[in-house]
């Protein structure tokens, strides 16, 4: 199994509106380097859940319940979406303060390359942020 984080503006679409679908793809990525993470999600992979802009935090836990396939939201055959469930809700959202200060999260991609709305997290991150939001 792998981790991954998704990034979304929550004023765009949020935590509540992907719960509020039970299910949906995760569409309109146009990096290269997003699409190749995207490429590598299998299915029951575990995502974080990172609400961008103003709340900066991780706010959920999503799986993966179909691997990669074109986008629907384009003609350009280039970009694909995946698709994923909402599981559940963090109790605390893990912000990206409480990211960047703890030791043990020093290397993850999120504060490395903060701008990536896809991204790889380790089993060892994950399973931090999960203690640091009481999931």
């Known amino acids: 199994m792998n981790y991954w984080l998704v990034k979304t503006e929550p ?27 995207m490429m590598a999600m299998k299915v029951d992979d575990q995502v974080l859940f990172y609400h961008s802009v103003n709340e900066k935090s ?22 694909v979406v995946v698709d994923l469930v909402p599981v559940k809700p963090l109790v605390h959202p893990v912000s990206l303060d409480q990211i960047k200060n703890d ?12 701008r990536l709305s896809v991204q790889p997290v380790k089993k060892e991150e994950f399973d931090v942020i999960l203690k640091l939001g009481d999931a």
């Open 11 to 37: 004023n765009t679409y949020s935590w509540d509106d992907f719960v509020n679908l039970g299910k949906d793809h995760w569409d309109g990525v146009r990096n290269y380097a997003a699409r190749k993470q």
């Open 58 to 79: 991780v706010v959920g836990i999503a799986q993966v319940v179909k691997e990669f396939y074109s986008d629907p939201t384009t003609d350009d055959d280039r970009w």
């Open 103 to 114: 030791q043990r999260l020093e290397e993850m991609v999120l504060i490395h390359n903060s």
